[in-house]
């Protein structure tokens, strides 16, 4: 079988460029590679693999999972079951982050700490492009760390790792603390391909959807140096409670909210000069 006939086969079962991709990834190219392959061959055991890959997909398993990996700032990174896909969204608060520590900490080392890590996407992202920051990522789930241990190694960057729920018994002091918590509410109705893929402990906040912000932002106090920057990806209405919670359990602090590119409210940063 040619490329071009497991494409076809592939695109009469999902969609054009999932089909794609699916194939590419199988052949080690990318998908405009593979539109100059069309006549290559393709072996029977990769055809066999292509279609129970198309059939899991065509059943609502994410393209990343199937893959193993996501594009995330430019850095490809493992994913699994086990950690949350990195969106979008996310890599603007890596962007921005990245911008602050630089206004804050010019050319100085600091220590930041990712809560919740999952696969380590933000944390890794930011000392991939600043080696003046010490990363620690930290996560509940021993399974999402050893996802992040992987993509740190397969970056070749050098961080700590501590297993723990947040900030909670812990004594160590950040000059940043970042994190992108679960912050879905229990109830709230969210995609399928997500809510019966991806891990729940990764998604929902509880209730309201602030029950991790109140649980950082609770012993924060603890964990911060005296000149510091807490940066947070949020729910798009989240952002006068956090506000609130901000200055229920900090003061002399400043606090700014960035939109993302559907001008939704999506970052918060809280840091003191």
Request: aromatic share 8%.
């Amino acid at each position: 079988m040619k490329v071009d006939d497991a494409i076809v086969y592939g695109k009469s079962k999902v969609h054009s460029d999932l089909a794609k991709m699916l194939l590419a990834d199988l052949m080690n190219v990318n998908s405009l590679e593979l539109l100059m392959m069309l006549d290559d061959e393709v072996d029977e055991e990769v055809f066999n693999t292509y279609k129970y890959r198309v059939d899991e997909l065509r059943k609502g398993r994410p393209i990343q999972y199937i893959i193993g990996n996501v594009n995330f700032c430019g850095n490809t990174l493992e994913v699994n079951e086990n950690v949350l896909i990195p969106r979008f969204e996310t890599e603007q608060l890596v962007e921005k982050t990245i911008d602050k520590i630089k206004e804050l900490w010019p050319d100085q080392m600091i220590d930041l700490i990712d809560l919740g890590c999952g696969s380590g996407a933000i944390g890794l992202s930011i000392k991939k492009k600043l080696n003046q920051v010490n990363v620690t990522l930290l996560d509940i789930s021993d399974q999402a760390m050893d996802v992040a241990k992987r993509n740190a190694s397969s970056l070749g960057l050098d961080v700590k790792y501590i297993l723990n729920d947040m900030l909670e018994n812990l004594s160590n002091r950040y000059d940043v603390i970042i994190s992108n918590p679960p912050y879905i509410r229990d109830d709230e109705e969210i995609e399928e391909i997500v809510k019966n893929n991806e891990p729940h402990l990764a998604l929902y906040g509880g209730r309201d959807g602030l029950d991790y912000y109140r649980k950082i932002l609770a012993h924060i106090r603890e964990n911060i140096k005296n000149k510091y920057l807490i940066a947070f990806e949020i729910g798009d209405m989240q952002k006068d409670a956090i506000y609130d919670l901000a200055s229920k359990y900090l003061s002399n602090y400043q606090i700014e909210c960035f939109k993302d590119y559907s001008n939704r409210d999506r970052i918060i940063f809280i840091y003191n000069e």
